[in-house]
Nanobody, 126 residues
Framework: QVQLVESGGGLVQAGGSLRLSCTAS????????MGWIRQAPGLQREIVAA????????VYAESVKGRFTISRDNTKNTLYLQMNRLKPEDTAVYYC???????????????????WGQGTQVTVSS
């Protein structure tokens, strides 16, 4: 198992920026997929962005393309999500998640991720 701890959430005005971080510990892995998944009240979880841990391939939800950037630092076992030009509809709990050993096309369903962090709240005021 791998333990994931998120940080960096908070309250920001529309148009502002936040950077989320997720540090992995426990079982180490050299390949797999990691992602940021969010859940707003009353809505299903959705993958915001995902990244291949070994080759850095990324995929984004249409709603965040051009505004959010997912990245990773393999040496620090840390995943990031840079969020710019935030909108009120980005308000949600953001989870870091890992799919250890994942290869090929990046996950398209939150259920593909087996390890989850506790989540961090992001609130964007209008």
């Amino acid at each position: 198992q791998v333990q994931l701890v998120e940080s960096g959430g908070g309250l920001v005005q529309a148009g502002g920026s936040l950077r989320l971080s997720c540090t992995a510990s426990g079982r180490t892995f050299s390949y797999g997929a990691m992602g940021w998944i969010r859940q707003a009240p009353g809505l299903q979880r959705e993958i915001v962005a995902a990244i291949d841990w070994s080759d850095g391939r990324t995929v984004y939800a249409e709603s965040v393309k051009g505004r959010f950037t997912i990245s990773r630092d393999n040496t620090k076992n840390t995943l990031y999500l840079q969020m710019n030009r935030l909108k009120p509809e980005d308000t949600a709990v953001y989870y870091c998640a890992a799919a250890l050993g994942w290869v090929g096309v990046l996950p398209t369903s939150p259920t593909s991720f087996g390890s989850w962090g506790q989540g961090t709240q992001v609130t964007v005021s209008s």
